[in-house]
Nanobody, 121 residues
């Protein structure tokens, strides 16, 4: 079973920064889109940032200009650099990998176990 493993979560003060990391198998990093999702208490899981295998990035409006998604395929690593954090960013953050078919449907998908980010003074 493919495993994605996140790390880097923790407690940070408002205005602070954190960098989340995700690692997984070479086969995933060679071909899959990679995403960061988050889920706050009582809310639905939401897409935060995406990066294609070729490096094209997309961000949710709520994090544009503050978060940066990066991937290092040879090292099998993906990162989410989070700056200027607010209490609204508090959530469990999940690494996700998708491989899409010709019609855009996800025909292979994997999730990490999640890492907690808490923003509090």
């Amino acid at each position: 079973q493919v495993q994605l493993v996140e790390s880097g979560g923790g407690l940070v003060q408002p205005g602070g920064s954190l960098r989340l990391s995700c690692t997984g198998p070479t086969s995933i990093f060679r071909s899959h889109e990679m995403h960061w999702y988050r889920q706050a208490p009582g809310k639905q899981r939401e897409l935060v940032a995406s990066i294609t295998s070729g490096g094209t990035e997309n961000y949710a409006d709520s994090v544009k200009g503050r978060f940066t998604i990066l991937r290092d395929n040879p090292r099998r690593m993906m990162y989410l650099q989070m700056n200027n954090l607010t209490s609204e960013d508090k959530a469990v953050y999940y690494c996700n990998a998708k491989f899409r078919g010709t019609r855009g449907e996800a025909i292979d998908e994997h999730w990490g176990q999640g890492t907690q980010v808490t923003v509090s003074s």
